[in-house]
């Protein structure tokens, strides 16, 4: 039985109403509450849950920061944050109800006193508003302070829930730089809440598009047939944008786009393509096929790397027609940089279902539009009775980003007595079809986790073993003797030609985005 | 440009329409996307049904893109007159930019030919795509069973009806005719859904669910001509706590058993305002409590025991038919609850 059906059964007047676990009672504490994600995403997304009715009354948020602020002011620094980036317009007699829910916690990261102090106040709110001893620690800070604040709350016992209650812990990415820097923030973490209790957030998961990735390989039979190497040719994943490093070269430069991106998103999206059905819809059964996935892809030795992995680097170019400065060139990028603010990379996963079918990827910074979207490329029919020249396959395209949909492109007869066949593409847009907007990504995992919810989260494995795989790339790339070169496309180009030699080599091509 | 138009739009033979719906697309300019996800026919006798329905589907296509069939019907008309329209709704997408349409072709049918009107209407569906039959006047005696065999969910207001029994009755057996295919969707359960939601929040927390066992009264309060919804929401009370039905009192409240057969007493109160008011539900130790608040929010509160009530709000379902079925149209499902909950107060409607 899955958590909603236990709920319902719990509660029968539940029945029917909600098809997912409901959330529970709880105090957030955000550490980092004055940064950028909560203001832009975080209190965002809580506000409108709870303008859509859906977070618990009694949920309450505390801000955890150094600087000295009263509750007040944490409030008002939040009204204008939400009026700036909710989703929705913010209606005064809802914000003024969801606002003194909004508390402040005053304290260093390293000061444990602050942290005994904020235990002695989650106690009195739960008292006071009914949060019944559930507690949800958001980290909205860099990794570099996860391990005082992990060690404080368990110091202060707040990593442990009393019986009937629950404490959890959400971590933003980077979940580490490399496999042992992975590894160590896991021990760190696992040091004070085992992995039940924490919750890796990668917001590509949240997205409407990307779980409808197993609505559509498991909820429509015509494409389970297909869905192997017999039938598919190749998988292309483009994760492309306009925007350069835009204020974050601090991370970027000791990220890359290989970090950034393809060892978390990418590889997400990459699993919920290939993955195994599971056996039911519980988070584990998930995610238990999607690290299977991971462990799957063939790993590079050091010399395959350069043969295989395209990096490169945006040199001064145009996007929409305005000139923009090389990557090098930006506010604190290293002038002399070697980050790869794009890559394109052929990786295999040798399963029984994939063995041979290459899965193409690539992202990158400063491309000529903003798209992710994962094309199955399938073979091509056998032509024998149409002219062979216009012999196109079958391509399913899933658009995660933006104009959310599915298309496919089948071929059709033109009018005329010939037999011209040409190309024609079927199109869903979710726009289109469904008028009512879509959650944001955090608002949806943000109910999850305090619904007790994992399965848009990334567990411990999935992790190291996509490290693992990523290392290998970096490794060679920080060889000292010969290593891989770095490629310069202009920026609003797709790359470097090196990137469309990757698949040329085979007779393919990147899609036309 | 197709733009959004409240008008029936322009008049065509009944055998031309598919004809005169592509020309529309064809001679529509701008980026233009006609979309459609359910057929969706509405069956009105009402004088005026045609425009006031135009007007809706104009907005509930702004949610819910669908072709709509919009019949209106004077059966009583000697004469018989057969009148075809087509429009299309248009509204700017989500993304912006590309305006998203969906059709509408609209009958006036009168006299003996109203009889056709499963001819009609099958005749015009999207194909593929599920139909919806929202009925907007009392069901007739006798109904075309063909019509029933083809109708996905039938959408209907069970406030506006005299007779519960008998309407449910003719309901019922077009459901049995369609070997329970059909899906009921009554827009006065719908009434109720964000205050069944916001009750249900209340006994989420395990900490919560003993009240359950020590519930000893509730109460509703309900606008003139809105009992029956009233009578609902104690329904899915009922049906969902395993309570039975004890007695109906002479002043319209009614007493019920649970499960260890304490009695629970529901008061039923007419009030102006609302369709349904405040709601409250006490058990041995705590009062639950919600009351529409601010026009389209409910305050929800609980109090008693060591507890002071902390309100809160969140959103309350609007009356209008609008605001009804573009939550219905959202809501899908079985609506297996809804049976139930008839059945459990069916000798109180």
């Given at each position: 039985m899955?958590?909603?059906?236990?709920?319902?059964?719990?509660?029968?007047?539940?029945?029917?109403?909600?098809?997912?676990?409901?959330?529970?009672?709880?105090?957030?504490?955000?550490?980092?509450?004055?940064?950028?994600?909560?203001?832009?995403?975080?209190?965002?997304?809580?506000?409108?849950?709870?303008?859509?009715?859906?977070?618990?009354?009694?949920?309450?948020?505390?801000?955890?920061?150094?600087?000295?602020?009263?509750?007040?002011?944490?409030?008002?620094?939040?009204?204008?944050?939400?009026?700036?980036?909710?989703?929705?317009?913010?209606?005064?007699?809802?914000?003024?109800?969801?606002?003194?829910?909004?508390?402040?916690?005053?304290?260093?990261?390293?000061?444990?006193?602050?942290?005994?102090?904020?235990?002695?106040?989650?106690?009195?709110?739960?008292?006071?508003?009914?949060?019944?001893?559930?507690?949800l620690?958001?980290?909205?800070?860099?990794?570099?302070?996860?391990?005082?604040i992990?060690?404080?709350?368990?110091?202060?016992?707040?990593n442990?829930?009393?019986?009937?209650?629950?404490?959890?812990?959400?971590?933003?990415?980077?979940?580490?730089?490399?496999?042992?820097?992975?590894?160590?923030?896991?021990?760190?973490?696992?040091?004070?809440?085992?992995?039940?209790?924490?919750?890796?957030?990668?917001?590509?998961?949240g997205?409407?598009?990307?779980?409808?990735?197993?609505?559509?390989?498991?909820?429509?039979?015509?494409?389970?047939?297909?869905?192997?190497?017999?039938y598919?040719?190749?998988?292309?994943?483009?994760?492309?944008?306009?925007?350069?490093?835009?204020?974050?070269?601090?991370?970027?430069?000791?990220?890359?786009?290989?970090?950034?991106?393809?060892?978390?998103?990418?590889?997400?999206?990459?699993?919920?393509?290939?993955?195994?059905?599971?056996?039911?819809?519980?988070?584990?059964?998930?995610?238990?096929?999607?690290?299977?996935?991971?462990?799957?892809?063939?790993?590079?030795?050091?010399?395959?790397v350069?043969?295989?992995?395209?990096?490169?680097?945006?040199?001064?170019?145009?996007?929409?027609?305005?000139?923009?400065?090389?990557?090098?060139?930006e506010?604190?990028?290293?002038?002399?940089?070697?980050?790869?603010t794009?890559v394109?990379?052929?990786?295999?996963?040798?399963?029984?279902?994939?063995?041979?079918?290459?899965?193409?990827?690539?992202?990158?910074?400063?491309?000529?539009?903003?798209?992710?979207?994962?094309?199955?490329?399938?073979?091509?029919?056998p032509?024998?009775l149409?002219?062979?020249?216009?012999?196109?396959?079958?391509?399913?395209?899933?658009?995660?980003?933006?104009?959310?949909?599915?298309?496919?492109?089948?071929?059709?007869?033109?009018?005329?007595?010939?037999?011209?066949?040409?190309?024609?593409?079927?199109?869903?847009?979710?726009g289109?079809?469904?008028?009512?907007?879509?959650?944001?990504?955090?608002?949806?995992?943000?109910?999850?986790?305090?619904?007790?919810?994992?399965?848009?989260?990334?567990?411990?494995?999935?992790?190291?073993?996509?490290w693992?795989f990523?290392?290998?790339?970096e490794?060679?790339?920080?060889?000292?003797?010969?290593?891989?070169?770095?490629?310069?496309?202009?920026?609003?180009?797709?790359?470097?030609?090196?990137?469309?030699?990757?698949?040329?080599?085979?007779?393919r091509?990147?899609?036309?985005? | 440009?197709?733009?959004?138009?409240?008008?029936?739009?322009?008049?065509v033979?009944?055998s031309?329409?598919?004809?005169?719906?592509?020309?529309?697309?064809?001679e529509?300019?701008?980026a233009?996307?006609?979309?459609?996800?359910?057929?969706?026919?509405?069956?009105?006798?009402?004088?005026?049904?045609?425009?006031?329905?135009?007007?809706?589907?104009?907005?509930?296509?702004?949610?819910?893109?669908?072709?709509?069939?919009?019949?209106?019907?004077?059966?009583?008309?000697?004469?018989?007159?057969?009148?075809?329209?087509?429009?299309?709704?248009?509204h700017?997408?989500?993304?912006?930019?590309?305006?998203?349409?969906?059709?509408?072709?609209?009958?006036?049918l009168?006299?003996?030919?109203?009889?056709?009107?499963?001819?009609?209407?099958?005749?015009?569906l999207?194909?593929?795509?599920?139909?919806?039959?929202?009925?907007?006047?009392?069901?007739?005696?006798?109904?075309?069973p063909?019509?029933?065999?083809?109708?996905?969910?039938?959408?209907?207001d069970?406030?506006?009806?005299?007779?519960f029994?008998?309407?449910?009755?003719?309901?019922e057996?077009?459901?049995?005719?369609a070997?329970?295919?059909?899906?009921?969707?009554?827009?006065?359960?719908?009434?109720?859904?964000?205050?069944r939601?916001?009750?249900?929040?209340?006994?989420?927390?395990?900490?919560?669910?003993?009240?359950?066992?020590?519930m000893?009264?509730?109460?509703?309060?309900?606008?003139?001509?809105?009992?029956?919804?009233?009578?609902?929401?104690?329904?899915?009370?009922?049906?969902?706590?395993k309570?039975?039905t004890?007695?109906q009192?002479?002043n319209?409240?009614?007493?019920?058993?649970?499960?260890?057969?304490?009695?629970?007493?529901?008061?039923?109160?007419e009030?102006?305002?609302?369709?349904?008011?405040?709601?409250a539900?006490?058990?041995?130790?705590?009062?639950?409590?919600?009351?529409?608040?601010?026009?389209?929010?409910l305050?929800?509160?609980?109090?008693?025991?060591?507890?002071?009530?902390?309100?809160?709000?969140?959103?309350?379902?609007?009356?209008?038919?609008?605001?009804?079925?573009?939550?219905?149209?959202?809501?899908?499902?079985?609506?297996n609850?809804?049976?139930?909950?008839?059945?459990?107060?069916?000798?109180?409607?």
């Amino acid at each position: 039985m899955n958590r909603a059906a236990e709920q319902t059964e719990a509660n029968p007047l539940r029945e029917g109403l909600s098809t997912r676990a409901v959330p529970q009672p709880c105090s957030i504490v955000i550490f980092g509450a004055t940064g950028d994600l909560t203001h832009r995403k975080l209190l965002p997304a809580l506000y409108n849950l709870a303008a859509d009715g859906e977070l618990p009354p009694t949920v309450t948020v505390i801000g955890f920061a150094r600087r000295p602020k009263s509750d007040d002011d944490f409030r008002k620094e939040m009204e204008d944050a939400v009026k700036k980036f909710s989703r929705q317009t913010v209606r005064d007699e809802i914000w003024k109800n969801f606002s003194q829910s909004l508390f402040y916690h005053q304290s260093d990261f390293s000061d444990e006193s602050g942290f005994k102090t904020l235990a002695e106040r989650l106690d009195t709110i739960d008292k006071e508003r009914g949060t019944r001893g559930n507690r949800l620690f958001y980290f909205a800070v860099g990794p570099d302070q996860f391990e005082p604040i992990l060690k404080h709350l368990k110091t202060v016992g707040l990593n442990k829930a009393r019986e009937g209650s629950w404490a959890r812990v959400i971590i933003e990415k980077p979940f580490g730089t490399d496999l042992p820097s992975a590894r160590e923030l896991n021990r760190v973490v696992s040091n004070s809440f085992s992995e039940e209790q924490t919750y890796r957030i990668d917001h590509f998961l949240g997205k409407e598009t990307a779980q409808n990735i197993l609505v559509l390989r498991f909820a429509n039979a015509i494409f389970a047939p297909l869905w192997n190497r017999r039938y598919i040719d190749h998988i292309q994943i483009t994760a492309a944008e306009t925007l350069g490093v835009e204020g974050r070269a601090g991370y970027y430069e000791t990220a890359g786009a290989l970090r950034d991106m393809v060892q978390n998103h990418l590889l997400q999206l990459l699993c919920l393509v290939a993955m195994e059905a599971p056996t039911d819809l519980s988070a584990d059964s998930i995610r238990d096929e999607k690290v299977k996935v991971v462990r799957s892809l063939r790993h590079f030795i050091a010399d395959q790397v350069a043969a295989n992995v395209v990096r490169a680097q945006y040199a001064e170019g145009a996007i929409n027609g305005q000139p923009v400065p090389a990557y090098r060139k930006e506010e604190r990028v290293d002038p002399k940089s070697m980050t790869d603010t794009f890559v394109a990379l052929q990786l295999n996963i040798d399963n029984w279902r994939f063995w041979n079918v290459p899965i193409y990827m690539r992202v990158g910074k400063r491309l000529p539009k903003s798209a992710t979207e994962i094309s199955v490329h399938f073979k091509k029919a056998p032509m024998v009775l149409f002219n062979k020249e216009t012999n196109e396959a079958n391509v399913l395209v899933i658009r995660i980003q933006p104009d959310e949909g599915i298309s496919l492109r089948i071929q059709a007869k033109m009018p005329g007595t010939s037999f011209r066949i040409e190309p024609v593409k079927m199109d869903f847009h979710y726009g289109t079809s469904f008028g009512k907007a879509s959650p944001e990504a955090y608002e949806r995992l943000l109910l999850d986790a305090m619904s007790g919810d994992a399965t848009l989260f990334a567990r411990r494995d999935e992790v190291e073993e996509a490290w693992a795989f990523i290392d290998a790339i970096e490794n060679a790339w920080s060889a000292k003797k010969n290593p891989p070169e770095l490629y310069f496309y202009p920026a609003g180009s797709w790359g470097p030609d090196e990137a469309d030699e990757l698949l040329a080599r085979d007779g393919r091509a990147w899609r036309r985005l | 440009m197709l733009m959004e138009s409240y008008s029936l739009g322009e008049a065509v033979e009944l055998s031309a329409i598919g004809r005169k719906l592509k020309k529309l697309w064809q001679e529509g300019e701008g980026a233009m996307a006609r979309a459609s996800l359910i057929n969706l026919a509405l069956y009105s006798e009402k004088p005026g049904s045609l425009k006031r329905n135009t007007q809706l589907i104009a907005k509930i296509t702004e949610d819910h893109a669908c072709r709509a069939l919009v019949i209106g019907a004077n059966p009583s008309s000697k004469e018989n007159r057969v009148e075809a329209w087509i429009n299309a709704h248009c509204h700017l997408g989500r993304s912006g930019g590309k305006q998203v349409c969906s059709e509408q072709i609209s009958f006036l049918l009168e006299g003996p030919c109203v009889k056709f009107l499963p001819s009609i209407v099958f005749s015009h569906l999207d194909s593929d795509l599920p139909l919806y039959l929202w009925w907007q006047d009392e069901f007739p005696k006798t109904m075309d069973p063909q019509l029933w065999a083809w109708v996905d969910r039938v959408i209907f207001d069970s406030q506006t009806w005299k007779k519960f029994s008998e309407q449910m009755g003719r309901v019922e057996t077009a459901q049995r005719e369609a070997k329970q295919r059909i899906v009921l969707c009554d827009l006065n359960w719908t009434r109720i859904d964000k205050i069944r939601y916001a009750l249900a929040q209340f006994f989420d927390h395990p900490a919560s669910h003993h009240h359950f066992s020590k519930m000893q009264s509730a109460s509703v309060d309900f606008a003139p001509g809105f009992k029956s919804t009233a009578i609902l929401l104690i329904g899915w009370l009922a049906a969902q706590l395993k309570w039975k039905t004890n007695q109906q009192t002479m002043n319209g409240s009614c007493r019920f058993l649970d499960a260890n057969n304490r009695k629970i007493d529901i008061e039923l109160r007419e009030r102006p305002g609302h369709p349904i008011g405040e709601v409250a539900i006490e058990s041995s130790e705590i009062e639950f409590r919600i009351a529409p608040a601010c026009g389209d929010l409910l305050e929800v509160s609980r109090s008693g025991g060591n507890e002071t009530a902390k309100p809160q709000m969140m959103p309350a379902q609007g009356n209008d038919p609008l605001d009804l079925m573009t939550q219905e149209l959202l809501r899908g499902g079985p609506h297996n609850i809804y049976l139930r909950a008839v059945n459990s107060v069916r000798s109180l409607l």
